[in-house]
């Protein structure tokens, strides 16, 4: 499941750069992401050659990095302008109680467990509202399918991430390989749903400047 998974968690970042879509808007926080996952999981799994000490640390700030890169990417969802700068002001303010944590704790095990909790909870409440949101505009209106695909895909990876995040951290399962087994799984479904959403909406994209292009030759 570990090769699986690793290549599973490339075919966002491939998608993202042979549909060019690395500097489009918030693309750019999805494919740090998956690259930085993506690495991760080679390291941890062996086939990429690195001492303990730089997986454990290349996982920590892996975890830091994810709720303000979902929630940088999360724009690309937003309704207007309003919307935009909340979640701009939410993601400073989940910096700056990152920083205040691992100042008082330090940069290890305890400080992510205080961070990823909150983090995890407010991705997943973001998620749905737009999960829920896009889901109704491609039934009534027949598009935005690739942002339904998305957001239904990080918000089931989210979801499996609390319950996982519950038992390793919370809890502290003696079931260690089980939980893995159900975080390469989840891993693997959800980058492979967010793949197929990456392609669905380049091709609205694409579309969309099509359109744009014709208008301003008109």
């Known amino acids: 499941m570990g090769i699986v998974s690793s290549v599973a968690l490339f075919c966002p970042v491939f998608f993202i750069l042979v549909l060019r879509l690395g500097a489009y808007r918030t693309f750019p926080a999805l494919l740090f992401y998956y690259a930085t996952v993506f690495i991760y999981n080679l390291m941890t799994e062996g086939y990429v050659a690195a001492g303990p000490e730089l997986i454990l640390y290349w996982g920590l ?19 207007s302008a309003g919307f935009t700068k909340r979640i701009k002001i939410l993601i400073g303010v989940f910096v700056l109680f990152e920083i205040l944590v691992v100042t008082l704790m330090g940069l290890n095990t305890d400080a992510i467990t205080v961070i990823l909790g909150p983090g995890i909870l407010i991705l997943c409440g973001l998620f749905m509202y737009f999960f829920i949101r896009q889901t109704k505009i491609t039934i009534t209106h027949r598009k935005g399918t690739g942002k339904a695909l998305m957001a239904a895909a990080l918000l089931f990876a989210y979801g499996c991430y609390g319950i996982i995040y519950l038992m390793y951290y919370i809890f502290k399962t003696p079931f260690i390989e ?5 975080y390469f799984l989840v891993v ?3 980058s492979l749903l967010v793949s197929t959403g990456i392609i669905v909406e380049e091709k609205r994209i694409r579309k969309l400047n099509e359109l744009k292009l014709t208008r301003r030759e008109l």
């Open 61 to 79: 700030f892996n975890n830091l990095l994810d709720t303000p890169l979902m929630l940088f990417f999360l724009i690309y969802f937003s309704t």
């Open 178 to 182: 089980d939980t893995f087994l159900v």
């Open 188 to 190: 693997t479904f959800s």
